[in-house]
């Protein structure tokens, strides 16, 4: 079985030969530092480079992503053909920082000193009103420079080698706001000025929408699973009232899933950290078909729980090793135990995918990312 097969079989809700594994996403990849300690340890020759800024992820090599029978590759579309982006250094606060302006004008920012992620430094949006909205320089999501050579890159990966082709992340309708906004003031404009949010959300899905359509004109076709996502929800459960998920984030959410399921039959994955099983209907309802990353450590996100309850509708993608109290701490063998009790329940019956909650992060023992990945792969085969 190649590993495309593998994964739209388990996707599909069949047993597979055994569990798809994933690595080298925006939600799914490992931090440069953590990368760097891992491909040591393996004895492995890469020259790093990093796929994700703001997260500071590496590009996983190939000789590493073979190493962990990982099953997935990916591919992404850029910015826009006229952005000026880019790594800006400055001084402040007698500190070195790395800037980042990216194309809705938002600023992020990391201390040379610390080099572990960028946080916003600038939100664009901080001080404006509805009518400022209007006037607002927003990106143009259908900018064909962002989509140069992609349909080749894709086409490449389904015709030359046996992986599923996997997007990067994209659909971000709702965040993108709040990075614009700032967090603090656009939870203070949902209860106070909610008018003010639904005019910023428009223009975000109104990017995405034309986004997608040029993305799925390049490779909808050849895509096998497309990721788009949101956190809408926190370590105990939903970030905000739910009643406003309902009334002004899921409608824009609704619109732009059935749009893309309406263009292609790619598998769509949804993103969202955090105890998300408040709002597992409503993504079910918007049309999506997998759940990532299984935040398994929040409040009432128990893998027996979300398998018995959702898994004869929805695909677990992650949810294999909890990022927060196991991988970083635990040894070896313990990790291994941890993994092989998630695969187990995950697995049956199909609908899942493994990898580790999140992105793996810097300070990780590589010894535990080993563990993490050989666990596995050695319980992940389904009995003949």
């Known amino acids: 079985m190649t590993s495309r097969e593998r994964l739209l079989k388990a996707l599909n ?23 760097e300690a891992l491909i040591k340890h393996l004895g492995i020759q890469d020259d790093v480079s990093i796929m994700d800024p703001v997260q500071q992820l590496a590009r ?55 080099g572990l992620f960028m946080d916003i ?66 939870f203070c404009d949902m209860l106070r000025q909610p008018q003010f949010c639904e005019e910023l959300i428009e223009q975000t899905l109104k990017y995405w929408m034309d986004w997608f359509r040029v993305f799925l004109d390049e490779v909808g076709d050849i895509v096998d699973v497309i990721m788009i996502g949101d956190d809408i929800a926190g370590q105990n459960g939903p970030l905000f009232n739910p009643d406003i998920y309902r009334s002004i984030v899921k409608p824009r ?47 009432n996100m128990d893998p027996r729980v979300l398998k018995e309850t959702y898994g004869a509708s929805l695909a677990f993608w992650g949810g294999g090793c909890d990022s927060q109290h196991v991988l970083p701490f635990a040894s070896a063998d313990e990790i291994t135990q941890h993994v092989r009790k998630n695969v187990e329940v995950f697995k049956t019956g199909g609908g ?33």
């Open 60 to 114: 996983p090599c190939e000789t590493l992503l073979e190493r962990f029978h990982v099953d997935t590759r990916y591919i992404a579309a850029g910015a826009a053909s006229d952005w000026k982006g880019g790594i800006v250094l400055s001084k402040r606060d007698g500190r070195l920082w790395h800037d980042l302006t990216d194309e809705w004008g938002v600023t992020w920012s990391m201390p040379d000193d610390q």
């Open 121 to 186: 430094s600038h939100h664009p949006l901080a001080d404006a009103s509805i009518a400022d909205i209007k006037d607002h320089p927003f990106p143009r999501g259908d900018d064909p420079g962002r989509f140069d050579g992609l349909r080749e890159q894709a086409l490449m990966l389904k015709n030359e080698t046996p992986y599923a082709v996997m997007s990067g992340i994209s659909g971000v309708v709702y965040e993108t706001c709040w990075y614009m906004r700032g967090l603090e003031q656009w």
């Open 352 to 384: 899942y995918v493994f990898n580790n909650i999140h992105n793996i992060q810097a300070g990780v023992p590589p010894e535990n990312i080993v563990a993490m990945y050989d666990a596995a792969y050695e319980f992940g085969f389904y009995d003949e």
């Open 13 to 35: 809700h069949d047993a597979p030969d055994r569990v798809p594994i994933d690595l080298g996403g925006n939600q799914t990849g490992i931090h440069r530092v953590a990368y």
């Open 253 to 299: 959410h609704k619109k732009l899933v059935q749009y893309i399921r309406s263009r292609t039959d790619a598998k769509i994955w949804y993103h969202t950290c955090g105890s998300c099983i408040e709002y597992i209907p409503d993504l079910l309802d918007n049309g999506i078909d997998v759940l990532n990353p299984v935040q398994t450590g929040a409040a």
